[in-house]
């Protein structure tokens, strides 16, 4: 906040307007470069104004506090909503896949799904960080069914999951965009326990995927 203040017109609201309501990484940061957004404010050309939009007028639109905001074009950029696989339709053994019934093994796999694994990166991180981890790990899964004869590989709640706190596929105390939480309740969900978790973080990861145990019950070979 520091080193925004001299970037900014004086008297600037800065706690109003530049400080979110959660912390730094529950949600994205947003990146200014060369600070050419605080420029325009500084110079004039651009005015913020930082409320919730109680609706549209004729005219513009009108704020939470009763304001009337005039506009010539809105551009809404509310985000967009998450689906799963992108609604493609999933069978298994011709019966329809429901992914909200489901549960992610290591954010690689989905329960009762056999043969698939599918890529999906970092929040905080380099998005391909975790691709290259998953890829080797699924490398590895290959190699191990070839050792073991098997062409099947379904993950399985064990005996021992039968207690299991199923949780959303994010924590809102892990990760709440409106995206993601428009979304939960078309995703697949994730446990309270490895391996059916995801969404950890660089540092564990890099540790956990390349010695995770192929046998521990958890992955069923046919």
């Known amino acids: ?19 979110p ?3 730094p990484w529950q949600q994205r940061l947003a ?11 500084r110079e ?16 513009g639109i009108r704020v939470g506090t009763g304001e009337e905001l005039e506009a010539d074009i809105v551009v809404t950029a509310t985000g967009f909503n998450l689906s799963a696989f992108g609604d493609v339709a999933f069978a298994v053994d011709g019966e329809p896949v429901d992914f909200t019934h489901r549960v992610t093994w290591r954010g690689i796999m989905i329960s009762g799904v056999p ?19 998953v890829t080797d790990l699924v490398d590895r899964l290959f190699r191990h069914m070839q050792d073991k004869g098997a062409t099947v590989v379904v993950p399985t709640l064990r005996p021992e999951d039968a207690d299991m706190r199923i949780r959303p596929w994010s924590d809102p105390e892990n990760f709440n965009a409106g ?20 969404m950890l973080g660089h540092e564990e990861e890099r540790e956990i995927l390349p010695k995770a145990d192929l046998d521990d019950g958890s992955l069923v070979y046919k």
């Not at 970037?7 to 307007?17: A, C, S, V, Y």
Request: charged share 25%.
């Open 115 to 133: 043969n698939m694994a599918y890529m999906f990166g970092y929040f905080r991180h380099s998005w391909t960080l975790r691709v290259d981890l």
């Open 44 to 59: 004039g050309k651009a005015s913020i104004v930082t409320d919730t939009i109680e609706e549209f007028t004729e005219t």
């Open 179 to 198: 995206y993601v939480m428009r979304s939960q309740h078309v995703l697949f969900k994730q446990g309270d326990r490895e391996p059916w978790t995801h």
């Open 1 to 19: 906040m520091d080193s925004m203040r001299p970037l900014l017109p004086e008297g600037l609201d800065i706690e109003k307007h530049f400080t």
């Open 31 to 41: 990146i200014v470069p060369d600070g050419d957004l605080f420029a325009a404010l």
């Open 21 to 23: 309501r959660y912390r």
